[in-house]
Nanobody
Framework: QVQLVESGGGLVQAGGSLRLSCTTSRSIFSITAMGWYRQAPGKERELVAS???????NYADSVKGRFTISRDNAKNTVYLQMNSLKPEDTAVYYC????????WGQGTQVTVSS
């Protein structure tokens, strides 16, 4: 069983920044991919950003140029740096890790006030 521990959510004004962290209990070298999804009230969960085992990154069009995903292999941790936040970024953000199966974190709330 893989445990994903998230941190870094909170309340921020529009234009501000937050950094989310997700630490996996299994070696990050074993992942197929790891990343972040979000779900706003009344909407489906959507991919925000992901990073593959080879280091390739993928972003939703809505966050390109504002968000950056990165990882620290020594800490088994993936980060999501979120800059220039907008009210429409408000959602619960879920960490996701793909090994043989998909695993999810418990979610962390990000609220951007206008």
């Amino acid at each position: 069983q893989v445990q994903l521990v998230e941190s870094g959510g909170g309340l921020v004004q529009a234009g501000g920044s937050l950094r989310l962290s997700c630490t996996t209990s299994r070696s990050i070298f074993s992942i197929t991919a790891m990343g972040w999804y979000r779900q706003a009230p009344g909407k489906e969960r959507e991919l925000v950003a992901s990073i593959t085992s080879g280091g390739g990154a993928n972003y939703a069009d809505s966050v390109k140029g504002r968000f950056t995903i990165s990882r620290d292999n020594a800490k088994n941790t993936v980060y999501l740096q979120m800059n220039s936040l907008k009210p429409e970024d408000t959602a619960v953000y879920y960490c996701n890790a793909v090994y043989s199966y998909w695993y999810w974190g418990q979610g962390t709330q990000v609220t951007v006030s206008s």
